[in-house]
């Protein structure tokens, strides 16, 4: 867990750095000053597969689940900027337990990704790719079908130990840029650092992170 949390805060540093070299690159090269900054608002929304990281491993099956949230881009140079979102997502797991029968659980969160925006192509029509650390909260989760309470699995019985999650998102999408707006498909991947439970010496598990891979259709509106 330590180096997990190691890992997420150089990542962090790092995306601070590219943010803030983002935000305040000023205009004193040629480049930059043929280049107007972007910035829009809008929404996306799309459907997640999400699984878990058990150790020891469980034969799984994927959790599908929807995603929706609001979205602030501000690109100041060329091909480099910010994108931070706010978004109900739901992540969970499936499991075929040893007797046969059918277990899941889903998994309610509220989620900020701060993420470095990359562009490459033409602002007609152009692709991108969005990388860094977003943080999460979980409102409530549910359980659905049979609950083996022998089988000594805590994933299965026990309360969520840890609500916060953080964790690095990555993202590769295309965008069509109109003067009604700019229409966007993005692909994603959500790596999930932290635990759902408790991972502490004698625990049962010893790594329970989230896992997710989304599919999400968006729409900006240009601000200035």
Known sequence: MDMRLKKFNSLCRASMLLLLLSLFANG????????????A???????TLSFMILRPSVNQSFNLGPNAGFVFRY????????????????????????????????????EIPAMTHITFGQRMARGFIN???NISYLLNDKTNGYRWQESG???????????FDFGICAGIGFELN?????????????????N??????????????????????????HVR
Not at 28 to 39: N, Y
Not at 77 to 98: D, P, R, S
């Open 131 to 133: 990388l860094g650390p």
């Open 196 to 221: 759902l439970f408790s991972s502490s010496s004698g625990s049962p598990l010893s790594q329970s992170s989230n896992q997710n891979i989304s599919l999400n259709l968006g729409i900006l509106f």
């Open 153 to 163: 699995q805590i994933q299965l019985t026990e309360p969520i130990k840890n609500h």
């Open 75 to 110: 690109i100041s140079q060329k091909y480099c900027g910010i994108q931070v979102e706010l978004n109900y997502i739901q992540k969970g797991w499936g499991e075929t337990l040893t007797n046969g029968h059918k277990y899941s659980r889903v998994l309610n969160y509220i």
């Open 41 to 47: 608002i809008g929404a996306r929304g799309g459907a």
């Open 28 to 39: 004193a090269t040629l480049h930059a000053q043929e280049f107007k900054p972007e910035m």
């Open 178 to 194: 109109s003067k009604a707006g700019i229409y966007q498909l993005e692909a994603r991947y959500n790596y999930g650092l932290g």
